[in-house]
């Protein structure tokens, strides 16, 4: 076994799928926080002849995201401790964000500047959204079946079960 692959990984059948959809992720977010506000400041600047500030929204998530795939898609040693911690922070991350955009949603956003403009804070809205439900998901996946291994689990239900004395 090559020092890239480590058992922890090499049993967990959803890493491709899960390199794949961070990877679409990855070109999601770039898209609606660097792509799609140039193209606007450049639409406005091609309409009024006056290049406005694009509302980009600065973020080193994707950069972690495509980080995260490269290991789950070569199934690298650390992609389980990697993947739990990514997808925990995430999970955080998000709901403080939610939070904050429930008290005041034109605050919210870390987009300058900081106004409610309905077009991208719906972006970053469905955007966090997608990816809350993703690292959720991911999180229990990868959780579960090391929670059951160094708990003790299945020993723990034999014991309970009666198999064990």
């Not at 070569?74 to 008290?103: C, D, N, Q």
Request: charged residues 15%; aromatic residues 16%; proline residues 7%.
């Amino acid at each position: 076994m090559s020092s890239s692959h480590h058992p922890e990984t090499d049993g967990f059948r959803h890493a491709p799928v899960y390199a794949v959809v961070l990877l679409m992720f990855v070109v999601w977010s770039v898209v609606i926080k660097y792509i799609n506000p140039l193209c606007w400041s450049w639409a406005q600047y091609r309409l009024t002849g006056h290049f406005p500030a694009p509302p980009i929204m600065l973020d080193l998530w994707p950069v972690a995201h495509l980080w995260l795939a490269a290991w789950f898609w070569t199934r690298h040693r650390l992609a389980w401790p990697l993947g739990l911690a990514v997808s925990g922070i995430e999970i955080v991350v998000i709901l403080v964000k939610f939070a904050g955009f429930y008290m005041d949603p034109a605050q919210a956003r870390t987009t300058a500047p900081a106004d409610f403009d309905f077009f991208m804070t719906q972006n970053w809205f469905v955007n966090k959204l997608a990816l809350l439900a993703l690292f959720v998901v991911m999180f229990l996946d990868l959780l579960t079946p090391r929670l059951r291994t160094e708990l003790g689990m299945s020993t723990l239900a034999k014991k309970v079960s009666g198999e064990i004395t």
